[in-house]
């Protein structure tokens, strides 16, 4: 089992950067690959970046494509989300979670998920 707690939310206005992090505990870390999903208010969650166990496949949703940057430090146990240009859209509840299968853009393919952190988009 796998706990996964997000951090790096905050409010930044559009155009701007901010970067979450999601700590892993336990060992096997590696074995797992990452995902990153959101939920805005009045929305269903979405996918938004995956990254496969060694970090070498990596997928996006379209819409974030270009601007987010998937990866992992398999060493500290953390995936990370680099958010560039963001915009006002973006704005929603991100979570990472955890697929003992391959890196995939399906949310049921997840196994563990985090509490979440917001990420707010002023314009």
């Known amino acids: 089992q796998v706990q996964l707690v997000e951090s790096g939310g905050g409010l930044v206005q559009a155009g701007g950067s901010l970067r979450l992090s999601c700590a892993a505990s336990?060992?096997?870390?590696?074995?797992?690959?990452m995902g990153w999903f959101r939920q805005a208010p009045g929305k269903e969650r979405e996918f938004v970046a995956t990254i496969s166990q060694s970090g070498g496949i990596t997928y996006y949703a379209d819409s974030v494509k270009g601007r987010f940057t998937i990866s992992r430090d398999n060493a500290k146990n953390t995936v990370y989300l680099q958010m560039n240009n963001l915009k006002a859209e973006d704005t929603a509840v991100y979570y990472c979670?955890?697929?003992?299968?391959?890196?995939?853009?399906?949310?049921?393919?997840?196994?563990?998920w985090g509490q979440g952190t917001q990420v707010t988009v002023s314009s």
């Open positions: 979670a955890a697929s003992t299968r391959i890196a995939t853009s399906l949310e049921t393919r997840y196994d563990y």
């Open positions: 336990g060992r096997t870390f590696s074995s797992y690959a």
